[in-house]
């Protein structure tokens, strides 16, 4: 089975820290993907990547970054964690590209509270 | 502006079958149209694909009408723990590029 790991289930953090948020998958998929979820917003996606060192922006990525230095792993970063980047962040894989997404793989989410 | 609209909520008995529409008018030509069933705290987990006509696998079936412009999922004889968030997904080209939409999301409640 596809597997999709995100590093920490739960997170809490102070308003100003630096966040790392990374996610593994063990199907040498291409495309990785980082949502955020909330409360009546649904999934909003935030960069995704299609190849290593490749990344384009979603629709909400201001506040973070990502890296892709290895094509297993995707981090998304929060520079400087603010309140309103309390959410959960589901990170995805998926082997396909371009027109076909084909199925995105996620993984069980990371809850981060920023206080 | 492209748009993926589901029903907000339905409630369903345990036993019957639920039929849950999305609508998405401006697929991509050549994209599928994916359903994913989330459970509070875990991440979407795949139900089926499918790009025209009828899909079936061994926990749903998915109806997609020759405009492609909608698709139906369908949940045969739902129990308890079929109570979840069900997602479509389909991709769309927006200013030149191509973006993955998610719908908003249909919570499934299944009553005893």
């Known amino acids: 089975d596809v597997k999709v790991t995100q590093s920490s289930r739960y997170l809490v953090k102070r308003t100003g820290e630096k966040v790392f948020l990374e996610c593994v998958q063990d199907?040498?998929?291409?495309?990785m993907f980082w949502y955020r979820q909330d409360p009546g917003l649904g999934l909003r996606l935030i960069y995704f990547?299609?190849?290593?060192?490749?990344?384009e922006k979603g629709d909400i990525p201001e506040g973070y970054s990502v890296s892709r230095e290895k094509k297993e792993r995707f981090s998304l970063i929060l520079e400087s964690a603010s309140t309103n980047q309390t959410s959960m962040y589901l990170c995805a894989s998926s082997f396909r590209t371009g027109e076909f997404a084909g199925e995105l793989f996620f993984g069980e989410g990371s809850r981060l509270t920023v206080l | 502006l492209a748009k993926t609209t589901q029903p907000i909520s339905m409630d369903s008995y345990e036993g019957q079958e639920v039929n849950i529409t999305c609508s998405h008018n401006n697929i991509a030509t050549n994209d599928y149209i994916t359903w994913y069933q989330q459970f509070p705290s875990q991440g979407p987990r795949f139900i089926i694909q499918g790009y025209k006509t009828k899909v079936t696998n061994e926990v749903a079936s998915l109806f997609i009408p020759a405009d492609r412009k909608s698709s139906t999922l369908s949940l045969p004889r739902v129990s308890l723990s079929d109570t979840a968030v069900y997602y479509c997904?389909?991709?769309?080209?927006?200013?030149?590029?191509?973006?993955?939409?998610f719908g908003s999301g249909t919570r499934l409640l299944v009553r005893p």
């Open positions: 990547s299609y190849d290593v060192k490749m990344k």
């Open positions: 199907m040498d998929h291409e495309n």
């Open positions: 997904l389909v991709g769309t080209w927006m200013d030149s590029s191509y973006k993955l939409i």
